[in-house]
């Protein structure tokens, strides 16, 4: 519920600082001296558009900060789940501010954080409800319809699920279509993708074939400049007459004359003797390389007319010859996508026509669950209708299927009304006029009470209108309904004031050669001053004073 209103520089009041208590809360006054300003206060602080005279003081910002307390689970856990999801920090309190700068802009926060304009009018939305004279026309749309329908019926799991349903169904059509819409886009790309492949399958590239082919190809084409290399190796190392061979032969053998002569040389002896083995193993290798090249003229050929094919294929798809085994395999995947996309399509098809299924079979529920909701509720409706000086009104409610499904069911839902005996019931935009459309709205949020999920409702002369019999009825309805809910209410009947919880006086005054509103609460005899005076005549007399007691007593 809304604990506290503090409001600085706002139209016509300087400072206030209001708690705001439970139960129904009264707000009367003489005419003009600006009963509305609280809920025009609280409508400015959950999002509502700024009146053009917002500021009263034009070189200082207008600030309204609104704090709610909630004990309600079940709103409690809505609150926190919109917070959650809109990266707010939950809390058990929660403070809704807003200032409006000379320059007529507007800065919203929400337990102190900066938040949008929307962010702000959809939590407002979930804490307070506000009927008003043009609040009343949305009782007029099927969508508040429909959702007063569906919160008196109760069945949030049947909603949800037909929502979860459309939705899954919506995006198996969807991913059909795009399905389709590729299949037809590539149909014309078929044929040319099929001769690429086909190419590609008859050329046979093997992974990494074009690096081996291109290095022993290099190999090949470089064998006369290798075997002329190996010879003058060999030649070097064995076979001139100065080869290395031979000379390590010579140094052998004056090791041994050495040895002969008594000189210990085994250490020189068996390096050089080492030296030359290796040598000759060197030249061994050598030789093996060299004739490793002999007779490969006929495999260079080979290579070079294979290399050829492969870089001829790489030239007309207008790419690298190293890429083109990778784009044979991304060509053979999507040749394959194409052949089966016929099964594709088709198992999307499946896939739309069980979840149209699911859709049917949650709608059908939900719709039966409404028709049921919707009796109760007519009949709780027209029971309050009797009480408020419409005892010929009939109210009901219909049903019309929707040319295409959607995520709130297959019907719209439409109230219909008739005020005149044996007159067939018509929407309500056709039957009723102002006054008796807040009479309905009014019956509705009372016969809906317990179903409530917003915590303050607000209510700005519901009363307008009526008077007598039905203005006590009103005022017996909107205490009952305060009884569930913190209900405001700005009214200037007796009837209506008599029966609140709490009643707040607001009273205009002149300061500083302008004009100020106040607000206060009154107690005990200053109550009932206040409803004599809202009876007409004399406020101070025993019989004005007398009547304004008893009215108060039969609360």
């Not at 007459?241 to 090791?255: A, C, D, P, R």
């Not at 052949?339 to 098809?349: F, G, K, M, T, V």
């Not at 017996?476 to 209900?487: C, E, M, S």
């Not at 029966?499 to 200053?526: C, E, G, P, W």
Request: hydrophobic residues 40%.
């Amino acid at each position: 519920m809304l604990t506290h209103l503090d409001v600085h520089n706002y139209t016509l009041v300087d400072e206030l600082n209001l708690e705001i208590k439970c139960g129904l809360t009264t707000l009367t006054g003489e005419t003009g001296a600006g009963k509305s300003l609280l809920l025009d206060a609280i409508g400015l602080a959950i999002g509502n558009k700024a009146r053009g005279d917002a500021i009263s003081d034009p070189t200082n910002n207008a600030e309204v900060t609104a704090s709610f307390e909630l004990s309600h689970q079940v709103i409690q856990a809505k609150v926190q789940q919109w917070l959650s999801d809109n990266g707010l920090p939950a809390q058990s309190d929660y403070q809704l501010k807003r200032i409006i700068t000379p320059q007529g802009r507007s800065r919203c926060f929400i337990n102190g954080r900066a938040v949008t304009l929307t962010q702000l009018q959809h939590l407002g939305a979930l804490l307070v409800n506000i009927h008003g004279q043009h609040e009343h026309q949305a009782l007029l749309n099927h969508h508040t319809q429909r959702k007063l329908v569906d919160t008196y019926g109760n069945y949030p799991h049947l909603t949800q699920a037909v929502k979860d349903a459309f939705n899954h169904w919506q995006s198996a059509q969807n991913a059909l279509r795009h399905a389709q819409q590729q299949a037809d886009a590539m149909s014309a790309q078929y044929q040319l993708l099929k001769y690429q492949v086909e190419e590609l399958e008859q050329l046979n590239l093997q992974a990494d074939e074009l690096q081996n082919l291109e290095a022993q190809q290099k190999r090949l084409a470089n064998a006369e400049a290798s075997q002329g290399i190996s010879q003058n190796i060999i030649d070097t190392s064995r076979d001139n007459e100065f080869s290395i061979q031979n000379q390590l032969t010579h140094i052998i053998g004056q090791i041994k004359e050495l040895q002969k002569l008594g000189l210990n040389s085994s250490e020189a002896y068996e390096l050089f003797n080492t030296a030359l083995i290796h040598n000759q193993e060197a030249v061994d290798a050598i030789e093996q390389f060299a004739l490793s090249f002999e007779g490969d003229e006929s495999s260079l050929q080979a290579i070079e007319l294979r290399l050829s094919e492969i870089y001829t294929v790489a030239r007309k798809h207008k790419i690298n010859p190293a890429a083109l085994y990778s784009h044979q395999q991304e060509l053979l995947a999507e040749f394959a996508q194409l052949n089966n996309s016929d099964e594709h399509i088709q198992a999307l098809e499946e896939a739309v026509n069980e979840a149209q299924a699911t859709y049917n079979q949650n709608s059908q529920q939900l719709t039966a669950a409404r028709v049921i909701a919707a009796k109760k509720i007519s009949k709780a409706i027209n029971q309050h209708l009797k009480t408020l000086a419409m005892s010929d009104a009939n109210f009901c409610i219909t049903f019309e299927p929707l040319t295409q499904p959607s995520q709130h069911g297959d019907e719209n839902t439409t109230f219909l009304i008739s005020t005149i005996p044996n007159k067939p019931p018509a929407p309500l935009h056709k039957i009723a006029s102002g006054g008796e459309l807040s009479r309905i709205g009014l019956a509705i949020q009372v016969a809906t009470a317990t179903t409530h999920t917003i915590p303050t409702l607000i209510f700005d002369e519901v009363d307008a209108g009526i008077g007598g019999t039905t203005g006590n009825v009103v005022g017996n309805l909107l205490r009952k309904l305060g009884t569930n809910a913190q209900v405001l209410c700005v009214t200037h009947l007796a009837q209506v004031a008599s029966k609140a919880h709490n009643h707040l006086l607001v009273q205009k005054s002149k300061y500083k050669n302008s004009v100020r509103s106040t607000i206060q609460y009154l107690q005990h005899d200053a109550v009932i001053s206040e409803v004599a005076r809202m009876v007409g005549g004399p406020v101070d007399t025993k019989a004005s004073l007398a009547h304004a007691r008893e009215m108060l007593n039969s609360r």
